[in-house]
Nanobody
Framework: VQLQASGGGLVQAGDSLRLSCAASGGYFNNYGMAWFRQAPGKEREFVAV????????AYADSVKGRFIISRDRAKNTVHLQMNSLKPEDTAVYYCAARSPWRVGGMWASDEYHFWGQGTLVTVSS
């Protein structure tokens, strides 16, 4: 399985940005696809996850109501729509995948087997 993240950039506080993660090399129906982020000097943290087969989602409290994770099954792509961005959202964002889907541990980075290369999001104040 290969994951290719894209869409990062420099934006101002309050702006929106959409990240994409193109997935290939697998059959993803029973996968969980997630976004994590890592800010300078901090540990990698969970942002959001989507169950590929059903589209059910879960979010970190810090982004709930501002970020939306979705998937395009025809294009094998996962998106992260980020709205009302804040300077504290500045980080390298990584997409990740694991199989089979399960609720337990979905926020734990070491539960994910496959990772994309990361894309940098910088939010200026």
């Amino acid at each position: 399985v290969q994951l290719q993240a894209s869409g990062g950039g420099l934006v101002q506080a309050g702006d929106s940005l959409r990240l994409s993660c193109a997935a290939s090399g697998g059959y993803f129906n029973n996968y969980g696809m997630a976004w994590f982020r890592q800010a300078p000097g901090k540990e990698r943290e969970f942002v959001a996850v989507i169950r590929w087969g059903t589209g059910s989602t879960a979010y970190a409290d810090s982004v709930k109501g501002r970020f939306i994770i979705s998937r395009d099954r025809a294009k094998n792509t996962v998106h992260l729509q980020m709205n009302s961005l804040k300077p504290e959202d500045t980080a390298v964002y990584y997409c990740a995948a694991r199989s089979p889907w399960r609720v337990g541990g979905m926020w734990a980075s070491d539960e994910y087997h496959f990772w994309g290369q990361g894309t940098l999001v910088t939010v200026s104040s």
